[in-house]
């Protein structure tokens, strides 16, 4: 949920900015896969973050019920846009570059998930990506095996304070100040 917070922050600021390639509806949404735990928890901060941000945003959220159909996640975010939202968070894997795809069509912004997307999608209308640093807990676990330090049966937690979740890939369209 924190890299979710912290997209949604950006969003919910860069909503308010009134920039370039925003519509006036302050709304923005999120399109998710399938309604399970880590999705919702990436959504939940989404909407968090960009209501601490900016108390007065409408949020949309949504799921297209796959992971992998591109098409079924880029209608349920015409549907948004077509319903004012301005700038898309994809939770969704695959199926979800179809939302960032409509938000391109349209000339607004999509925030992808999971790793910098902007790396895979380039950074034409991709505002950030919301990410899991995979690579630093399977470090840390490896890590402890190879120390004698590693004791299973229990849940090993990163978040943004050890690089497990982050944000990466902000575009330059947002201002410094």
């Known amino acids: 949920w924190e890299a979710g917070y912290l997209v949604g922050y950006l969003a919910g ?94 000339g607004y912004w999509g925030i992808g998930v999971d790793a910098d997307q902007s790396k895979q999608l380039g950074s034409k209308q991709l505002l950030a990506s919301a990410t899991k640093g995979v690579d630093v807990s399977v470090f840390d676990v490896v890590g402890q095996f190879v120390n ?10 990163r978040g943004i304070t050890c690089k497990g979740a982050g944000i990466q890939g902000i575009t330059s369209a947002v201002p410094e100040t």
């Open 13 to 106: 600021l860069f909503e308010a900015s009134g920039a370039k390639g925003l519509n006036s509806s302050n709304t923005i949404s999120s399109v998710g896969g399938i309604a399970i735990p880590p999705g919702d928890h990436y959504i939940a901060g989404f909407q968090y973050g960009a209501k601490a941000a900016n108390p007065t945003i409408k949020l949309l959220n949504g799921y297209s019920g796959d992971f992998v159909a591109q098409d079924k996640c880029q209608g349920l975010a015409q549907q948004q846009i077509a319903q004012g939202s301005d700038i898309i968070f994809q939770v969704a894997g695959q199926c979800g570059l179809g939302a960032i795809n409509a938000a391109r069509d349209k």
């Open 148 to 157: 004698g330090k590693f004791r299973g049966g229990k849940a090993l937690l």
